[in-house]
């Protein structure tokens, strides 16, 4: 079942965070936050390994002191992922991890201080070619911004922005992407739906504070998903009160489920009934914990029986009807042998190997033809 993404994205400049393109026609990085004690560089750098291995793009370390800017620089050394540092208010912090190899700041320059601070940040970062991060978030907007509009919404975002994005117009330094984030959905897709039509520049996703890992989930898939459909954003976030690995993972399925990114196994399975020929629950969930380890897209249908499983199956590439006395597996959208329920979760695993495995060999061979 392989289809283009019918999504038509928004025209935007494209940055370089690190390695990772962001913006442009280059795929929508996933990233997420380190929410270890920075200064704590193992347990950081392990958590950032954690998410590299997840699948993570890009990773965010909060750096609010000296002392977390000489941890950074230890961590920036023992790791390969493109590295964002968090700041807010000094202006020496952004100019420390600038010497020390940092791929982007996420700093507003409207809170660092005077305008002499603000013009050695931008000489540092055009100095590195390191992109700033402008990031707006409903909690922490200008007093006047919140005076004058007498709270958080979406015009006050956008115009909080904009003031951040006049000084660097001002400075003629370009090289940014821009956020603007709030827990509540429908403030924050109406400020990135009219910030998009304002600049340019790559637009950083979110929602702010989403909640915890269920309710987070759901929140964040609803408000980007809104956003993606218009063709808006180009980097996201999906901020989680859990395990930051959880934040990658739901970031890719939100992509998949749009045809913009595809990482891992995409698995079509039935919520299951009294119809089911075997444990559909179980044997997803043992599924999904057994094959995490996959990078390689493949689609996987496991339906419980025969009302919609043949049909899933033919447009999958390996798909299993429930069945009396044996279940049936498809391969390429045909039947391809039967399985019973006494190893039915070892079987699949192996079975889900052995095509990747296969496909490997395909490309391989393919890439093989053509370079000669």
Known sequence: MKHESPIKRRKSRQIMVGNVPVGGDAPI???SMTNTNTCDVDATVGQITALQDAGADIVRVSVPSMEAADAFGKIRERVSLPLVADIHFDHKIALRVAELGVDCLRINPGNIGRE???SA????????????????????????LQRKYGEPTADALVESAMRHIDILD???????KVSLKASEVFMTVDAYRKIATQIDQPLHLGITEAGGLRSGTVKSSIGLGMLLMDGIGDTIRVSLAADPVQEIKVGFDILKSLRLRSRGINFIACPSCSRQNFDVIQTMNDLEVRLEDVNESLDVAIIGCIV????EAKVADIGLTGGSPKNLFYRGGKPNQKLDN????????????????RKKEQEESIIARSDK
């Open 29 to 31: 990085a996933v990233q």
């Open 116 to 118: 002499d601070r603000v």
């Open 121 to 144: 940040v931008i000489s540092a970062c055009r100095d590195g070619n390191i992109p700033m991060r402008i990031g707006v978030n409903a909690g922490s907007l200008e007093k006047e």
């Open 170 to 176: 001002r400075h003629d330094f370009q090289n940014f």
């Open 308 to 311: 919609n499983g043949p049909g």
């Open 342 to 357: 006494a190893n039915l979760t070892d079987d699949l695993e192996r079975l889900i190997r052995e095509e990747i495995a």
